[in-house]
């Protein structure tokens, strides 16, 4: 399993695919198996539509078997220079639940614009 970006730089006669990370884990059960959530992909782009952003969530905790305690991934391409950011652009941990019922969960959202110009280098 694998989050891709499959794109066309033609309308559609030819078709391109470029690998944007390995997730470890697809599906999440909260709480326990009562209910579940699939790893979701989000997608934005800058203003200007040379940059793309991606963010998806994934467990990478020792022994976990499901995607239950996900950190939030990020990556971006700068599609004029054909770079992408280093493929580990992990944020910082959520918080653990404090009770089989309770647990703080954070959804992965990418906005389809920014405030501020991006770093060089990219």
């Not at 467990?59 to 990556?75: E, L, Q």
């Not at 910082?92 to 770093?119: D, E, I």
Request: proline share 9%; glycine share 6%; charged share 20%.
């Amino acid at each position: 399993m694998a989050v891709f970006d499959i794109y066309s730089v033609n309308s559609g006669s030819f078709w391109c695919a470029r690998m944007i990370g390995i997730p470890k884990h697809f599906r999440g059960y909260f709480p326990n198996t009562d209910y579940y959530e699939d790893l979701r992909t989000n997608i934005s782009r800058n203003s200007t539509g040379d940059k793309i952003f991606y963010t998806y969530d994934d467990t990478w905790a020792n022994g976990a078997m499901y995607n239950n305690s996900p950190d939030i991934f990020a990556r971006g391409w700068d599609l004029v220079l054909n770079k992408l950011t280093n493929n580990l652009g992990r944020m910082p941990p959520q918080t653990p639940p404090t009770s089989p019922t309770s647990r703080n969960r954070h959804f992965a959202v990418t906005r389809p614009n920014r405030f501020s110009p991006l770093p060089t280098g990219i």
